[in-house]
């Protein structure tokens, strides 16, 4: 209705051949969508916008898309999709990819009334458009239904010995991945899993892996069971891999969906044809007085994020915690090329309080992520780190996912949240091979799904959408504030400060007697340490590949110790660190 002389304005359209519909105008007269029903409107230069409603017959992962009219004007159209209280905005579109207008991409709850604004942007374009609400088709893998960080029906109630815990999942809080499988599902991608290993004959992994290494047991055996001959003689595993922590990553990853494998038994990952390169860096090794011999230590997990960039991964995931050691950090720093996506850790505290620092959470760069576990009603999960490096929050409470000899199960944790987002970064790295370690990083911090209850936790202030960062239509400036933006002089002191907070606070029984060492000018090296250590009897054991630290053993750990604080006050030195044990008990 004309406000000026009151006339009545109809607008003649087709949909699916019919003519002399009416569009919508205003949510209070919405055009009903018919699931699955392509429509075709015109609009023209005196219009804002058309109003629909769409109520989806089950709930699922569903797309609203507009598409140009063959031989008409192109038009530049974009949409937002309101919840019922068709005030709150939940998702929107104004550039999807191919040659469709908008796409809007979320999990609908059945019965549920949804609103759509459609209009054109810039506005007052005139020309047609068809708009067309489809459920996609979910996986056929048996077990797809357990995984609510993928598609999320609100389908458990969840109830533990501490009332903190419990929780009901809520239809609609995940990942938002299968959109974007429309497009890619990490074709071409190499994700290193460095972790405790992985059952290299599970069914629903064994066609994603590659070769990789164990560097627990200096061998290219990635899944020991403890039979093996090992040495020294006389030693016993105590193996992390046999509790299936890296096969558990790995399938949350890239596990094989049905259409890979014909198996129709198990569960699909984020990133279903990307490639695992398994790097097993956890797993003790104890001798018959059950003292630790090798195992969880820091050299092993620097090997393993050298090995994992020298052997092609695009993305390494790192679902490691509580080592104290800034040479972690330090090392994914310097490989700027390679996205590391690390685990925030699991006991609760802020990672911004110097007192609970530890890495790789507490690593900060342009190409790391920190990643906080959120359970499947959107809360953060009350064991979560948070706070300081943390960017986002993804799925990491009651994962249902693979486990060694062909089992699933259930586990919790950031190292669970960890490996959601590292199958996406393989999705947008598939889909445009140019982006960078930190395009990726941006991409996925930038178009988070935001929501009040983590925005005080994590600094994006939402969690991990795979589809939002596929086709990167957001309006919110990435928080990048990184400790790599500092001069190398900023850079030592900080290292120097983590280094000297480590031996402070980690026990005995964490120690060893060797240490990390990093120059200013690695070509003065060798005299640097005559002329610093000059009172202590040392040996230099290795320069690593790639980063370069000097791996310096002590006669006893007090001596590493003070050989350290010697170090770090010289200009000379950028920073030392000890190498330290993380031990399983």
Same mark, same amino acid.
């Given at each position: ?119 054109? /942007? ?139 494998? /014909? ?33 969880? /230590? ?45 685990c925030a850790g699991n006991n609760g505290t802020d990672l911004s309080d110097l007192a609970n620092v530890h890495y790789p959470a507490n690593a900060e760069g342009d190409n790391i992520l920190t990643i906080a576990n959120m359970r499947g009603d959107g809360e953060l999960d009350p064991s979560s780190c948070y706070g300081g490096p943390t960017q986002l929050a993804a799925p990491g409470t009651e994962i249902f996912n693979t486990k060694p000899s062909n ?179």
């Open positions: 209705t004309s406000a000026a002389d009151n006339t009545v304005v109809s607008k003649s359209i087709t949909i699916q051949g019919v003519a002399n519909i009416t569009p919508g105008s205003g949510f209070d007269y919405p055009t009903v969508l018919a699931e699955g029903a392509s429509r075709t409107f015109d609009i023209d230069t005196n219009e804002d916008a058309h109003f629909f409603s769409f109520t989806p017959s089950e709930t699922g992962s569903y797309i609203i898309k507009s598409m140009d009219v063959p031989g008409e004007n192109l038009l530049d159209m974009a949409a937002e999709l309101y919840d019922t209280d068709k005030t709150t905005i939940i998702d929107k579109s104004d550039n999807a990819p191919d040659s469709v207008n908008f796409m809007l991409a979320r999990t609908l709850v059945k019965g549920k009334k949804y609103y759509i604004k459609a209009f054109t /942007s810039p506005i007052y374009q005139s020309g047609k458009y068809t708009i067309m609400a489809q459920k996609l088709d979910e996986p056929n893998d048996a077990k797809f239904y357990k995984q609510w960080g993928l598609l999320n029906k609100g389908l458990y109630n969840w109830t533990y010995n501490d009332p903190r815990y419990d929780h009901s999942e809520v239809a609609g809080i995940d990942i938002n991945v299968l959109p974007a499988w429309q497009y890619t599902k990490g074709e071409g991608v190499t994700v290193a899993v460095v972790d405790s290993g992985v059952d290299t004959s599970h069914e629903d992994l064994s066609g994603n892996l590659l070769s990789g290494y164990n560097f627990v047991h200096n061998t290219t055996d990635v899944f020991p069971t403890g039979t093996e001959p090992i040495l020294p003689p006389g030693s016993k595993y105590d193996d992390a891999a046999i509790n299936g922590h890296g096969t558990h990553v790995s399938g949350i990853i890239a596990a094989e969906s049905d259409s890979q494998n /014909s198996t129709n038994t198990g569960i699909v990952g984020v990133t279903p044809n990307a490639k695992i390169l398994p790097v097993k860096v956890l797993g003790n090794i104890y001798d018959n007085n059950g003292n630790p011999i090798t195992g969880n /230590s820091s050299v092993n997990i620097i090997k393993g994020i050298n090995y994992s960039v020298t052997s092609g991964a695009n993305i390494v995931n790192i679902s490691i915690e509580n080592f104290p050691d800034a040479q972690i950090a330090y090392t994914m720093v310097q490989q700027s090329d390679t996205l590391f996506v690390g089992q699933y199960d259930y586990m919790t944790g950031t190292s669970m949240a960890a490996p959601h987002v590292s199958g996406v970064a393989a999705l947008l790295l598939s889909y445009n091979p140019s982006l960078t370690a930190q395009d990726l990083r941006s991409r996925i911090v930038s178009n988070v799904t935001v929501s009040d209850k983590l925005n005080d936790k994590v600094s994006s202030g939402g969690y991990l959408n795979a589809f939002r960062a596929l086709t990167n239509e957001t309006d919110v400036l990435s928080a990048l504030a990184e400790n790599i933006s500092l001069s190398q002089e900023e850079q030592s002191d900080y290292y120097k400060e983590m280094s000297e907070q480590s031996l402070l606070q980690r026990s005995l029984e964490e120690k060893t007697n060797k240490i990390f060492v990093n120059f200013m000018n690695p070509d003065n090296a060798d005299n640097i340490l005559e002329t610093l250590l000059l009172d202590f009897d040392y040996q230099i054991e290795e320069e690593m590949e790639i980063t370069g630290p000097y791996i310096l053993s002590f006669a006893s750990i007090s001596d590493a110790e003070a050989a350290i604080r010697i170090l770090n006050a010289s200009s000379d030195v950028f920073f030392s660190s000890m190498n330290y044990l993380y031990i399983n008990r």
